[in-house]
């Protein structure tokens, strides 16, 4: 359709006073858990493009929003940072209901926290929501880096513990994460990316559940 073409059945549409209104975003609901300190609220900085914090300071609750576009929609997605301290256990599943994909996050400077991953996150998630789907994220992948040069330096004289990719991506597999991506919200790598899978994997699964809502529909009618 050419431009004037376009112009005139807009025009036309005016005339007979018909409102053309744009179609409604799609939203999804996106919570991050994670033990504390191990970067959640940096990588949301990152993503809203706002200042790397210097000081860690324990989240309560927050709450953001975000424009995304995926494959030429755009979607709205609903952040919220979730504090992983066990004063908070109580307190954080409120945060769960309606959402529509989890973030599960553990830094690569703290073996603790992956393994944490499957001692705590898993059983809580799967308790509140067992059929809302999970990905896997590492945080501060940069130190992983930074620490590999040293040891170059040192010539291997170090053993820190820092955890794997190869690891992470064990631990995807045995929880049923469906993405496993590792981030730096300081160097900003990899954490749109990071986002933009959670909103894939929400959408995909919305999908499924209209599928199976569907045949569940024409089974009913069938008897």
Same mark, same amino acid.
């Given at each position: 359709?050419?431009?004037?073409? *376009?112009?005139?059945?807009?025009?036309?549409?005016?005339?007979?006073?018909?409102?053309?209104?744009?179609?409604?975003?799609?939203?999804?609901?996106?919570?991050?858990?994670?033990?504390?300190?191990?970067?959640?609220?940096?990588?949301?900085?990152?993503?809203?493009?706002?200042?790397?914090?210097?000081?860690?300071?324990?989240?309560?609750?927050?709450?953001?929003?975000?424009?995304?576009?995926?494959?030429?929609?755009?979607?709205?997605?609903? *952040?919220?940072?979730?504090?992983?301290?066990?004063?908070?256990?109580?307190?954080?599943?409120?945060?769960?209901?309606?959402?529509?994909?989890?973030?599960?996050?553990?830094?690569?400077?703290?073996?603790?926290?992956?393994?944490?991953?499957?001692?705590?996150?898993?059983?809580?998630?799967?308790?509140?929501?067992?059929?809302?789907?999970?990905?896997?994220?590492?945080?501060?992948?940069?130190?992983?880096?930074?620490?590999?040069?040293?040891?170059?330096?040192?010539?291997?004289?170090?053993?820190?513990?820092?955890?794997?990719?190869?690891?992470?991506?064990?631990?995807?597999?045995?929880?049923?994460?469906?993405?496993?991506?590792?981030?730096?919200? *300081?160097?900003?790598?990899?954490?749109?990316?990071?986002?933009?899978?959670?909103?894939?994997?929400?959408?995909?699964?919305?999908?499924?559940?209209?599928?199976?809502?569907?045949?569940?529909?024409?089974?009913?009618?069938?008897?």
């Amino acid at each position: 359709m050419s431009i004037k073409t *376009l112009a005139r059945a807009l025009s036309i549409k005016r005339d007979k006073g018909i409102t053309i209104k744009p179609s409604p975003k799609k939203t999804l609901n996106i919570v991050i858990v994670g033990d504390g300190d191990t970067g959640k609220t940096c990588l949301l900085m990152a993503f809203k493009g706002r200042q790397f914090p210097g000081d860690y300071v324990p989240t309560v609750f927050e709450t953001y929003t975000r424009d995304i576009r995926v494959e030429g929609e755009i979607i709205e997605l609903g *952040l919220w940072d979730t504090a992983g301290q066990e004063g908070y256990d109580r307190l954080r599943p409120m945060a769960y209901p309606h959402c529509d994909c989890f973030v599960i996050c553990y830094a690569v400077d703290n073996p603790d926290s992956l393994y944490n991953v499957k001692e705590k996150w898993l059983p809580e998630l799967e308790h509140f929501c067992p059929d809302v789907p999970k990905i896997l994220v590492a945080t501060k992948k940069d130190i992983r880096r930074r620490t590999l040069a040293i040891m170059d330096i040192l010539n291997g004289n170090t053993a820190p513990s820092i955890v794997s990719y190869e690891e992470g991506m064990c631990t995807a597999a045995m929880i049923g994460a469906s993405r496993f991506l590792e981030t730096s919200a *300081l160097c900003n790598d990899g954490v749109t990316e990071m986002f933009n899978q959670t909103a894939r994997v929400a959408l995909e699964e919305r999908e499924k559940q209209k599928e199976k809502k569907a045949k569940k529909n024409a089974r009913c009618c069938i008897m």
